[in-house]
């Protein structure tokens, strides 16, 4: 067990999003463009370390029978703090985000490193694995946005680069687009791990 | 009267809580294998999702704008249905012991459902009153649970088409959800 084998593992062979299908809400709610796909990932990064930090720090003072609402109570404390700093200094990204800024608190990706992880693991580890992890969550969401916003707008990073005949597909900007897109995604993701023969 | 139907049909059909707001994605993955199991979850969250509207619009009332403590939304509503969940449980347990065999399994995975922590903040955004809260819950259970058992029939299906083996589990299930979702945007024309 290595520093950056923890880390590199949330990327690609142990992809949240893409591979172990966790923390799907957000994914789904927030990828119409590329811009929010990265507010939204970069925000649930943030909280990822930092209860990761915080879980694996107190793992031997947590007891083992109320550990789940203790890891919550710490969860939602670094997601009120990211809600309001977002609030205050970036409003535009929190009105698009919106309901899914206090809903990291139940996004099992999260819950399931404090868990699986965190609560077993030393600091250095679970710091490396919650970078990982939560790179990996905020690639996939800049994918799934940056396809839906190609698709349904015709331009990347609010950046329009298709010619004026280009007519977009309206069904990728809506919720439809969301399901198919990331349907899509997964296969894509399938194909890609038979390749390099992951399982 | 009408307030209300609109309400209850809105949060059925036209923001269906899974399909148009997505919220509680992963139990509409995780449990809608088999038709069985996806009403035994939908039940579950029928029950939980009416407590918890009246719990947490009193908390928010009486508890939270009545000290100014509205930054406590978050932890304070998690931790309300986190214990709520736990309650029932052991409720059902004592009293239904037959109920608890069906819901049993169930209740737990209700914690991290967001489409419950989603209703509760979603009333209280809306500033719906106390009936409105109810009525919006029971509205966004129906509409949960409508979108649990019809995709769980389709996937039943799906289970026996010929499919590249890619696409096979979750990849086509939320390609099914989307045209799912495609057919629920139909309603949003009635309002």
């Not at chain 2, 009486?62 to 000290?67: A, K, Q, R, T, V």
């Not at chain 2, 809306?126 to 009936?131: F, G």
């Not at chain 2, 649990?148 to 939320?174: D, F, H, N, P, Q």
Request: charged fraction near 10%; hydrophobic fraction near 55%.
């Amino acid at each position: 067990m290595s520093i950056t084998k923890e880390f590199s593992k949330g990327i690609i062979k142990e992809n949240p999003v893409l591979r172990l299908l966790l923390g799907l809400c957000p994914v789904l709610g927030v990828t119409t463009t590329a811009m929010n796909g990265l507010g939204m990932g970069l925000a649930s990064t943030f909280v990822l370390l930092c209860s990761n930090i915080v879980v694996s720090l107190l793992r031997s003072v947590i007891p083992k029978k109320v550990r789940i609402p203790c890891f919550i109570v710490v969860i939602a404390t670094f997601v009120t703090i990211v809600d309001m700093s977002m609030n205050a200094f970036l409003p535009d990204l929190h009105a698009n985000l919106g309901l899914f800024i206090p809903l990291i608190v139940v996004n099992c990706m999260i819950l399931g490193r404090a868990e699986a992880f965190a609560s077993k693991n030393s600091l250095p580890y679970s710091i490396s694995d919650g970078i990982g992890m939560g790179v990996g969550f905020t690639v996939a969401l800049v994918l799934l946005g940056g396809m839906r916003e190609i698709l349904g707008a015709g331009a990347i990073f609010d950046y329009s680069f298709t010619p004026e005949a280009f007519e977009p597909f309206a069904v990728f900007a809506s919720p439809a687009g969301a399901f198919i897109g990331l349907g899509f995604l997964l296969a894509g993701m399938n194909l890609l791990s038979k390749k390099l023969k992951l399982d | 009267m009408g307030e209300y139907f609109a309400i209850l049909f809105g949060a059925i059909f036209i923001y269906n809580f899974v399909l148009t707001r997505f919220l509680g994605i992963c139990p509409f993955l995780g449990v809608t294998k088999r038709v069985e199991t996806s009403v035994g979850m939908s039940a579950a969250v029928v029950f939980v999702m009416v407590m918890a509207s009246i719990i947490t619009w009193l908390i928010q009332i009486y508890i939270l704008e009545e000290f100014g403590l509205q930054y406590l939304r978050t932890i304070a509503f998690i931790l309300v249905i986190a214990s709520l969940v736990q309650f029932v449980e052991m409720a059902i347990q004592k009293l239904s012991p037959a109920l608890y065999e069906g819901l049993g399994v169930f209740l737990p995975l209700i914690t991290t459902n967001c489409a419950v922590l989603g209703m509760a903040i979603l009333n209280i955004q809306e500033q719906y009153n106390i009936l409105q809260s109810i009525v919006h819950a029971i509205g966004a259970a129906i509409g949960f649970a409508i979108a649990m058992v019809v995709l769980a029939g389709i996937r039943e299906r799906l289970e026996l088409a010929t499919l590249s083996r890619y696409y096979k589990g979750a990849s086509v299930a939320l390609i099914a959800a989307g045209i799912l979702s495609v057919a629920f945007q139909g309603f949003a024309g009635m309002m």
